[in-house]
């Protein structure tokens, strides 16, 4: 199993890839609008930068109403550890079916 640090390193370098951010700039804090001033068309190629990295088949509409559920409706922008937070889950939903 990957560790949590793991998993945020390549988070954000899949983040920073698409964003072109600097190296160190994004947190587990930072928010997606709010900070990355990351736009809808971004999502798609942050999901398959994710994807590259883990393995994972990230959906951006199945982690919104992941986060939705733990958050409340009334949210707006999401954290790069609300992103953290669904991945991690889906990479156990993804384990425990391959059992």
């Keep these: 199993m990957i560790t949590e640090q793991d998993l945020f390193d390549k988070v954000e370098e899949a983040v920073r890839t698409v964003l072109n951010t600097a190296e160190g700039e994004i947190t587990r804090t930072s928010m997606f609008k709010a900070d990355l001033n990351t736009?809808?068309?971004?999502?798609?190629?942050?999901?398959?930068?994710?994807?590259?990295?883990?393995?994972?088949?990230?959906?951006?509409?199945?982690a919104w109403q992941y986060i939705i559920e733990k958050k409340g409706a009334d949210t707006t922008d999401i954290s790069i550890?609300?992103?953290?937070?669904?991945?991690k889950h889906?990479?156990?939903q993804k384990t425990g079916e391959q059992q």
């Excluded at 550890?81 to 991945?87: F, M, N």
């Design 39 to 62: 736009e809808s068309i971004d999502y798609l190629d942050i999901s398959f930068e994710i994807e590259q990295r883990t393995g994972l088949e990230l959906d951006f509409t199945e």
């Design 81 to 87: 550890q609300d992103l953290l937070d669904y991945v």
């Design 90 to 92: 889906a990479m156990e």
